[in-house]
Nanobody, 120 residues
Framework: QVQLVESGGGLVQPGGSLRVSCAAS????????MGWYRQTPGKERELVALSTSGGSTNYGDFVKGRFSISRDNAKNTVYLQMNSLKPEDTAVYYCKMRLRTIRGTVDDYWGQGTQVTVSS
């Protein structure tokens, strides 16, 4: 069993900052990609940021230098620091990890989502 638990979402004013975290636990042998996605009602889930095991990062075009993804492999945790938040960043943010379980299988696992609301 593998679980991803997100934390740190909430309400923030436009221009403010927020950091969300996602910790994985369970029968994990190794984690490859760690990423953040977001979704609003009626829209498809979109990539926010991705961190690969090789050390590279990718961001959605809308990020424009405002967000930063980081990871702590020892803690099986990925973070997303969000600065200069805009109302259009309001969404449910999901983490996703591609990992190898103790049994040897490789699969993608998702967190339950955390709401981020940007409003005055």
């Amino acid at each position: 069993q593998v679980q991803l638990v997100e934390s740190g979402g909430g309400l923030v004013q436009p221009g403010g900052s927020l950091r969300v975290s996602c910790a994985a636990s369970g029968s994990i042998r190794s984690i490859y990609d760690m990423g953040w996605y977001r979704q609003t009602p009626g829209k498809e889930r979109e990539l926010v940021a991705l961190s690969t095991s090789g050390g590279s990062t990718n961001y959605g075009d809308f990020v424009k230098g405002r967000f930063s993804i980081s990871r702590d492999n020892a803690k099986n945790t990925v973070y997303l620091q969000m600065n200069s938040l805009k109302p259009e960043d309001t969404a449910v943010y999901y983490c996703k990890m591609r990992l190898r379980t103790i049994r040897g299988t490789v699969d993608d696992y998702w967190g339950q989502g955390t709401q981020v609301t940007v409003s005055s």
